[in-house]
């Protein structure tokens, strides 16, 4: 069984990047022996999938979802006869209303086991009122996912996300189908800036450091790494790491 994770939000300003980044970079470390699919779908800002196109193990796609089926039929597609053991997908902004119109293609595939993954969505958040609305608009169309609300700690502390703490009836669901908020840690701004501005990735970023800063992107990886080793992801079977 595959590991399908897709990284939504379905609006800018979440941290759909840097937690997509962090989840590749984690496969890549914690699984070195297996390939990963990153499959790009912001038309407008395809940065992870910029940054991640040479990196060793990992196969990068990009296939701009729209209004139309067809790239909706060609990710089931890639997804279906890929050999990479972890399948990552980057959502655009604004993509709810594709995953409205057209999500079912990727939904009953699962649901009716024709489609052999264990499927995560982590939900990247800010502290505003439409992360939770359009959360319980994406619940209510994919009945196959598992679904980890993503709090992300740099636009607060995680008593703050108010607005996701009262939304009772969003959290039963949750945790209904296997689910539960994971609390994402803040990359420095300056360690952040040297991703976007040289254009490179985590795997890069090491040799770019001076030591103060490295210092702080080993502790980040480390808690990123904890907060990634609570989720159910699929078990990697007669293989030892």
Request: hydrophobic letters at 40%; glycine letters at 8%.
């Amino acid at each position: 069984m595959k590991n399908l994770v897709y990284v939504g939000g379905s609006k800018g300003g979440t941290g759909k990047s840097i937690v997509c980044m962090a989840l590749v970079d984690y496969f890549r470390t914690t699984f070195p022996e297996d390939e990963i699919m990153l499959i790009e779908t912001d038309s407008s800002n395809p940065d992870v999938g910029r940054l991640y196109h040479r990196t060793k193990g990992v196969i990068s796609r990009g296939l701009f979802l729209n209004e139309e089926d067809s790239t909706w039929m060609a990710m089931v597609d890639e997804i279906a006869k890929t050999s990479a053991r972890h399948v990552v997908i980057n959502s655009m902004a604004a993509s709810n209303l594709g995953i409205q119109n057209h999500g079912a293609l990727l939904d009953k595939n699962i649901l009716n086991g024709r489609l052999s993954v264990k499927f995560n969505v982590f939900w990247a958040m800010n502290r505003n009122k439409d992360s939770v609305v359009l959360l319980k608009d994406f619940l209510t169309w994919m009945k196959s996912a598992t679904v980890y609300p993503v709090l992300n700690l740099y636009f607060g502390k995680e008593e703050e996300f108010v607005f996701y703490r009262t939304a009772s009836d969003i959290q039963q669901t949750i945790f209904e189908r296997g689910g539960r908020s994971i609390v994402f840690p803040s990359l420095n701004d300056l360690i952040a800036d040297r991703l976007y501005t040289d254009e490179i990735n985590l795997e890069e970023l090491p040799s770019h450091l001076g030591l103060g800063m490295l210092t702080g992107l080993e502790r980040w990886l480390s808690m990123v790494k904890d907060t990634f080793d609570q989720v159910d992801f699929a078990p990697i079977a007669n293989e030892t790491y």
